[in-house]
């Protein structure tokens, strides 16, 4: 298996390479490589049932952002434009990055985007902490014995059009065509004399949020090495434009930082030669910590208008929102026909619906929950999907005065900055498993989780306060705590403020708090 990023190409083509650089000076290898004693092939169908369990656990992203503005692309498309006009260059791939939050594992994310994005060219290289997930559409080559087989994608759509559209689009074609031409020239620096040939042109292929342009291109390499192939065609010319040098040094220029595996390849390379290697668009870079990157891009001709080439590249990424296998919860208090808090409820899930690219209607949340008894006092949960569905459920809340109850540590820390922590989500079994182990007699209240540090991180279902001097102390976000509602409407108030709290900070007592129940004093049980 191996990852080649884009700037590989720096040292197989010094030509393209930025003025000053060297491979020694690059923040990390140019290329990764991973050798298996042996290989077992899959069927569609066992591939299915080997990714079944890990599409089943939640896994997803959240948080995206762009790295660029829309006025930094409309500059960079004009600057494009008046180089083609004064005949630098025919086309350029513009491309810019998308970072964000990511959870689960690799190979669960994979199996939920895969299921998303059909694609013959994906696959998963990671851990559980890191990876590369590529769920790629688009063959850079492929070699079976002595024939070598590309298949460029340029041209996108999307699918509220017809097919017809994109494939009389004169710019789509022209796009196409450009790099039919360029990639047969690279393949004819390899190919034998006479041997290369386009099998198809301006091709359709469907998927599920976008429709492209597809062309084939074939030649036979006798006597050709793997590294005399990397050297003839890497990076492919779909996602550098032509000329392909200059096309580079223009990327370079206007992109300003390495696009790292996106645009360069992932694939195998089996021992006889024979080898198969994706163009690494659709691709996700996932680090430790829970940090992502994925660039989207397109090609710009002189003919382009920064708009709609700003929306096909949103069209591009769409796939990341996927079913990330989770719900949103709110968990409200009802007295009396009013919800106490509802301004610090309706704040927390626009965030995380934002993050997550949940769908929220407001309106409908707001008749759903006006429809909940009028009298007397109410627990009201509240969930909202990745579909947008709402759910509202009510019970009775046993609502006397707060009576000293007991508190338990949890034996199993939490990791602080794992981002469901900042979300209220159905993502809880170590929290309900706390749970189902508290007395039935109610006598204890809450189970407090410690993070990885050491330090007090939130109750199962609580925020954890300790008095001290008049003022309510709270663990910080960075601590683990969930941004409870109760816990922004004290802070908010100037009634607590936050600090980095200990097991020995909670020895003389301290208090347990949430939305639904108000401020519950407890202490430790010995």
């Not at 690059?26 to 066992?46: D, G, I, M, N, T």
């Not at 690494?280 to 430790?288: G, H, K």
Request: proline share 6%.
């Amino acid at each position: 298996m191996m990852a080649l990023d884009y700037e590989l190409a720096y040292l197989l083509e010094p030509a393209a390479a930025p003025a000053g650089w060297s491979a020694a000076a690059a923040s990390r290898p140019l290329a990764r490589f991973w050798r298996f004693a042996q290989c077992r092939p899959f069927s569609a169908a066992q591939a299915e049932a080997f990714l079944a369990p890990h599409a089943t656990l939640p896994a997803g992203v959240a948080e995206i952002g762009a790295a660029w503005d829309e006025t930094r692309y409309r500059e960079a498309v004009h600057e494009i434009q008046r180089l083609i006009a004064a005949g630098d260059c025919y086309q350029v791939n513009l491309t810019y990055p998308l970072d964000f939050s990511w959870f689960g594992t690799p190979l669960a994310l994979y199996a939920r985007l895969r299921a998303r994005q059909p694609v013959r060219y994906g696959g998963c290289i990671g851990d559980a902490e890191s990876g590369i997930v590529s769920l790629s559409p688009e063959l850079f080559f492929s070699r079976q014995a002595d024939t070598l087989v590309t298949r460029p994608m340029k041209g996108t759509a999307p699918l509220s059009e017809p097919p017809e559209t994109l494939a009389q689009s004169a710019k789509n074609r022209a796009e196409n065509l450009m790099i039919v031409d360029l990639l047969r020239n690279d393949l004819g620096r390899v190919a034998a004399t006479g041997s290369v040939r386009v099998d198809e042109l301006f091709a359709l292929e469907t998927y599920p949020t976008v429709r492209q342009m597809v062309s084939q291109i074939s030649a036979s390499v006798p006597g050709k090495s793997f590294s005399d192939l990397l050297r003839a065609l890497f990076p492919c010319g779909s996602i550098t434009g032509a000329p392909k040098i200059r096309a580079m040094q223009i990327i370079h220029e206007l992109e300003r930082q390495p696009r790292g595996v996106y645009t360069g390849a992932v694939g195998w390379l089996a021992p006889a030669g024979d080898c198969r290697l994706n163009v690494a668009i659709r691709t996700l870079e996932l680090t430790a910590g829970q940090r992502g990157r994925m660039g989207v891009g397109s090609g710009i001709v002189a003919d382009s208008e920064a708009a709609g080439e700003w929306a096909e590249c949103a069209l591009k990424a769409a796939f990341l929102r996927v079913d990330p296998g989770l719900r949103l919860i709110e968990t409200l208090r009802r007295e009396n026909g009013i919800y106490p808090l509802w301004s610090g409820h309706l704040a927390r899930l626009r965030r995380s619906a934002a993050a997550f690219g949940f769908p929220l209607d407001e309106a409908a949340v707001l008749q759903q929950l006006s429809l909940q008894p009028m009298r007397g006092t109410w627990r009201v949960r509240l969930t909202l999907d990745h579909a947008g569905r709402i759910e509202v459920t009510a019970q009775p809340l046993d609502s006397g005065p707060p009576v000293e109850k007991l508190a338990w540590l949890a034996t199993q820390p939490i990791l602080a900055d794992d981002v469901l922590r900042r979300h209220k989500t159905t993502v809880r079994a170590a929290y309900d498993a706390a749970l189902a182990t508290l007395p039935a007699d109610g006598s204890v209240f809450d189970a407090v989780f410690l993070n990885e540090r050491g330090g007090v991180a939130e109750g199962a279902r609580s925020t954890v306060f300790v008095e001290r001097d008049g003022v309510l102390l709270t663990p910080p976000l960075t601590s683990g705590a969930l941004p409870g509602v109760l816990r922004a409407h004290l802070l908010a108030s100037g009634k607590a403020r936050e600090a980095v709290l200990w097991p020995a900070d909670l020895s003389a007592g301290f208090w347990l708090g949430n939305a639904l129940r108000g401020l519950q004093p407890v202490r430790l049980s010995s």
